[in-house]
């Protein structure tokens, strides 16, 4: 399993994806959708905008007739019709004001909800035990997941509904004026090179021709935007992530004289970013060529289709106006597509960016389906053991010495092993987030075990919380969260209960720790098995902890995970792990070496 995370290219992080790719995933995260809770109040509102749509759709109709209305009286100098048309616009603008504040409304509304459904489900994923511990060691897809839970899904809840509700609107407006158009094409002749002919609902047709050539360039002129725009976001990601790296270790960094090293390397990302955005503005440029001398000549185009039914005299100047406003109306639908390609290659590749991530997440819990597992049970007394246990990680083989250990209530137990020798493997495997590998762990009956890794969790909030933590803040007193504060050696937090910060960061690694084993003292489990979070503390600190599994813990169970280092009386018993590289042979069950039948997951790949 990895231990750093690293910043990828977007080769690695974001593999092409074909059509069915696609398709499969954008089911995906329907079927998401349709399994949330969200998922009546997207149906709502779903309906809510059909119905707004198709009214705004309706008055839109009513608007078109009155213009042949209106500007026949303006023709025919008729004062009292051209008032009494003047009265009716009031109303149609007021019933179109307010359709479009309805729509404007339902629509920010669905983003909202759109955007919660796809978060809520993005966090369940993710959190559900043991994937991201999992997800951040299964290669390319796991970095930054942040990026696409928190901002992918907002910008696919947005571009999507943007998307959904014009192509709605296009088609219903298509739909409603093709009507309107193909009636006013009728008994038209059209007059060429001496020739006279008809063509029934020719201005259809010349709409139609006009929209799907400009559709057809544009697509294959925008058609790079989509690659393009997957591979910015992969890049904005790796951007983002080492500028947060870069302040989290500012203080690092100073002492190493490490800014100007760092600098180069955001620089380099920044360029590499830089280069997919010339490639976008490039496109960008070309398309508009296509879009803007589109709506450029669009200005004119329609009173050209329809000048000879006006000059014919099918048409009065009015009906001409009418005529002109059906078939811009007809042609917008149509362009829909123009005046959406960079829009729709930008929600194509954030929904692979989502979609991709959210079907990694699921697959997680298949990971290695096929890779040996160590066997965990209850064992049949009140102790921890080990039997025959060989830790498989991707580089290593991890040996347990000797092969079967029983670990008693009350004992003390040092598990050595030199860097490197998979001392983190073990404590994984023995907690359950790693599986690959042989033997079985039976843990103790009672479930009054805690695991204290390296790094403890110290989540944001009152230091009353995060102390309690998982149990509410109200099950220990003041004066007992201050007790095991000054315990541990930090009486000087002890006036700081509720305040609240980011504590993660406002506190030295020993007292983070510190921290961790007075939230033990409270909680007084059974069992506690600590991976190098005893060498962590100050020498005061330890003192005191031994002092507390000698006194108020006396009846608890100490296994301690740690470096080779000299003899500790605290300890009575000390155990040793034994690597050896995978590939070779040792003395390791079978399995281990390379032509053994026991295999772990490549962290390459991350998913098999």
């Not at 359950?432 to 033997?439: F, N, Y």
């Not at 204290?452 to 309690?468: C, F, N, Q, S, T």
């Not at 315990?487 to 509720?498: F, K, N, P, T």
């Amino acid at each position: 399993m990895a231990e750093k995370t690293r910043v990828v290219s977007k080769a690695e992080a974001d593999p092409p994806q074909r059509d069915e790719d696609f398709i499969g995933l954008a089911r995906l995260l329907l079927r998401a959708l349709g399994a949330s809770p969200q998922r009546r109040a997207l149906a709502i509102l779903a309906a809510g905008l059909l119905l707004v749509v198709g009214a705004t759709t309706a008055m839109q109709i009513v608007l078109n007739v009155w213009t042949k209305a209106f500007y026949d009286s303006l023709a025919q100098k008729d004062i009292p019709e051209f008032g009494r048309q003047l009265f009716r616009y009031l109303f149609i603008a007021g019933a179109l004001l307010a359709l479009n504040v309805a729509q404007l409304w339902l629509s920010m509304t669905m983003k909202m909800k759109l955007r919660e459904g796809l978060t809520r489900d993005l966090i369940r994923q993710w959190l559900t035990p043991r994937r991201a511990f999992l997800l951040s060691g299964a290669g390319a897809i796991g970095v930054n997941p942040d990026q696409r839970i928190h901002e992918d899904s907002a910008h696919l809840a947005d571009v999507s509904t943007d998307l959904g509700v014009g192509l709605l609107q296009s088609a219903l407006l298509l739909v409603s004026f093709v009507g309107v158009l193909w009636g006013l094409s009728q008994g038209v002749v059209l007059s060429l090179l001496g020739r006279s002919f008809s063509i029934p609902g020719y201005m259809v047709w010349a709409a139609l021709v006009y929209a799907g050539v400009a559709s057809l360039i544009s697509w294959r002129v925008g058609r790079p935007l989509i690659p393009l725009n997957a591979e910015r976001y992969a890049r904005e990601s790796n951007l983002r992530f080492a500028l947060v790296h870069a302040n989290q270790h500012s203080e690092g960094l100073a002492i190493q004289r490490g800014e100007g090293e760092e600098s180069v390397r955001l620089n380099h990302l920044l360029g590499e970013l830089l280069v997919i955005l010339r490639k976008i503005i490039g496109v960008t440029a070309r398309l508009t060529w296509v879009t803007a001398g589109y709506g450029w000549f669009t200005i004119v185009a329609p009173t050209v289709v329809a000048s000879p039914a006006y000059f014919a005299g099918k048409l009065t100047f009015g009906g001409l106006l009418m005529a002109v406003g059906a078939f811009v109306q007809v042609q917008q639908s149509l362009r829909w597509f123009v005046d959406n390609v960079g829009v729709i290659a930008d929600w194509r590749a954030t929904l692979l960016r989502v979609g991709a991530f959210r079907r990694v997440l699921v697959e997680m819990d298949r990971l290695g389906g096929d890779a040996s597992r160590i066997e965990w049970t209850v064992a049949s007394e009140n102790k921890l053991q080990f039997d025959d246990l060989v830790v498989i990680s991707p580089s290593c083989c991890i040996k347990l010495d000797p092969a079967h250990v029983e670990i008693a209530a009350g004992e003390h137990v040092l598990i050595v092993g030199a860097p490197g020798a998979g001392k983190t493997s073990l404590f994984r495997a023995m907690a359950g987030l790693w599986s690959w590998g042989a033997g079985r762990v039976a843990l103790p009956a009672d479930d009054r075990l805690m695991f204290m890794p390296k790094r403890p969790y110290i989540p944001d909030g009152p230091l009353r919380d995060i102390l309690a933590n998982p149990a509410p803040a109200d099950k220990f007193t003041t004066a007992q969260l201050e007790a095991a504060l000054t315990r541990m050696g930090l009486a000087h937090l002890a006036s700081r209960l509720d305040e609240s910060g980011r504590w993660d960061q406002n506190l030295s690694d020993p007292e983070q720790q510190g921290l961790a084993f007075a939230r033990l003292l409270l909680h007084r489990p059974l069992w506690v098995i600590a991976d190098s979070a005893v060498d962590s503390l100050s020498a005061p600190a330890r003192a005191a902890l031994f002092d507390l599994f000698s006194k108020e813990l006396s009846g608890s169970t100490l296994v301690s995970i740690t470096v080779a280092q000299g003899a500790e009386p605290f300890f009575r018993h000390v155990l040793r792990l034994s690597r050896t590289p995978r590939g070779e042979s040792g003395a390791f069950p079978a399995g281990c070496d390379a032509d053994g039948d026991t295999r772990a997951p490549s962290p390459a790949g991350g998913v098999p």
